[in-house]
C-alpha cells in the first residue's frame, strides 16, 4: 500500500461509515440516530472551534481519570504494564527486529520529500508507520466533513471536529509525558551502547529541540493519537462491528513496526494505549446525548432478532438451517 492508496483507503472508510448509518430523524437543531442494540445518539450540529475548546477539557479529564477511584484497575494496570515490560525492553527489541527483518520491517522508514520536507512514504514500512502520524486523523476527518456537509449528518459532521481534537488533544499531552520523562528512544540508545535507553527526567527545551530522539520514547505519540482516533470513531458508530478487531489489530502491526524500526521500546505504549482511549472516549461521549429505549414498565428494550428455518433434500439427505438476522 503506497501513499496514494493510503489516502483512498481513509476517504472510502470514511465514506462508507456514513452511508451504511445514515438514518437520522431530524428534530429543529437535533439529529437522532437509532442504534441496533436499542439506544438512541442524539447529536447537534458542532461549531468550528468546538475542537479547539475542548482541548483543555481533554487533558484535564484524563489527568482526573487516572486517579478516580473508579479507574485505578484501568491506571494500575498501565503502569504495572510499563513497569513489568521495563526490564525486557532490549531483548524484546531484539527479538522483534529479528522476526521483522525478512519481512522488511527493520529497515529505516524513508520518504519522498514534498517542497523540502520527508512527508511521503516510499513503501509498506513507511506507510504503517504513518497510520499513527497526525496525517490519518486529517484525513478521516475531511472525509467524514465533506460526507456530512452533503447529506447533512450532524454524526459525520462531529465525528470529523471530534479527530481534530483528539489529534490537538494527543499531541498535547503526550509532549507534556515526553519531555518530563526523557527516555531516550532505541536509535539513540543503540548508538550511545545504552541496552534499555536512559533517562533524563525534564531535559532542557533547548536539549530536547536539539536531540530530540535522546528524550522522546515514552509515551508512544503514534500509539495515543492512534488509539484515540479510533475510538472516536468507534464510539459513534458502534453499530459498525469490524471496526474494533480490525482496529486494534492494526494497532498491533503498527506497534510491531515501530519497534522493529527501533522508533519505541515495548513498555512505551501501555500508557500510550490508555491515554489515547481515554481522550478518545472523553471528546466523542461529549457529544452525544444516550437514551436507553425502554418499554411501558420501564424495562430496557433489548435488541431483537428473527429466525428462519428452511428445510430441503440435497443427494438423498433431508437437511434442515436456520438463518439469524440481527
Known amino acids: 500500500m503506497n501513499y496514494n492508496n493510503l489516502i483512498k483507503f481513509t476517504l472510502i472508510i470514511g465514506s462508507f461509515l456514513i452511508s451504511t448509518t445514515n438514518n437520522a430523524q431530524q428534530i429543529e437543531d437535533f439529529q437522532t440516530f437509532e442504534m441496533k442494540n436499542g439506544t438512541s445518539y442524539t447529536y447537534t450540529e458542532p461549531k468550528f472551534f468546538d475542537m479547539f475548546r475542548h482541548v483543555p477539557k481533554d487533558i484535564y479529564e484524563f489527568g482526573k481519570y487516572t ?26 527489541l531484539d527479538n522483534v527486529q529479528e522476526l521483522g527483518e525478512p519481512l522488511g520491517l527493520a ?36 472525509g467524514f466533513y465533506i460526507a456530512g456537509k452533503i447529506n447533512n449528518d450532524y454524526r459525520a459532521l462531529n465525528t470529523s471536529s471530534e479527530l481534530m481534537e483528539v489529534l490537538i488533544s494527543s499531541g498535547v499531552s503526550t509532549q507534556i509525558i515526553k519531555r518530563i ?40 505519540g503514534h500509539m495515543t493519537t492512534y488509539i484515540a482516533t479510533l475510538t472516536v470513531i468507534a464510539t459513534n458508530y458502534p453499530d459498525v462491528k469490524w471496526l474494533k478487531p480490525v482496529g486494534y489489530s492494526v494497532a498491533g502491526i503498527m506497534a510491531f513496526q515501530m519497534m522493529s524500526t527501533r522508533v519505541h521500546w515495548a513498555s512505551d505504549y501501555p500508557f500510550a494505549i490508555l491515554m489515547g482511549y481515554v481522550i478518545g472516549k472523553n471528546a466523542a461521549n ?41
Open 181 to 220: 520523562t526523557g527516555r531516550q528512544s532505541p536509535s539513540a540508545a543503540i548508538e550511545s551502547g545504552n541496552p534499555g535507553g536512559h533517562w533524563t527526567p525534564f531535559p532542557s527545551f533547548k536539549a530536547y529541540q536539539t536531540n530530540t530522539p535522546n528524550y522522546d520514547a515514552m509515551p508512544s
Open 107 to 142: 529497515e529505516d522508514v524513508s520518504y519522498t520529500r514534498l517542497l523540502g520536507i520527508e512527508v511521503l512514504p516510499k513503501d509498506i514500512n513507511g506507510t504503517i508507520y504513518y497510520i499513527g502520524n497526525g496525517l490519518t486523523p486529517i484525513l478521516l476527518s475531511g
Open 286 to 326: 461529549r457529544r452525544i446525548k444516550k437514551e436507553i429505549k425502554r418499554d411501558v414498565t420501564g424495562e430496557i428494550i433489548e435488541p431483537r432478532f428473527n429466525t428462519d428455518f428452511t428445510f430441503f433434500s440435497h443427494s438423498g439427505y433431508n437437511m434442515a438451517g436456520v438463518v439469524i438476522t440481527f
Open 67 to 92: 486517579v478516580q477511584k473508579e479507574n485505578l484497575l484501568w491506571t494500575s494496570m498501565a503502569v504495572g504494564g510499563t513497569l513489568a515490560l521495563l526490564p525486557f525492553d532490549q531483548k524484546l
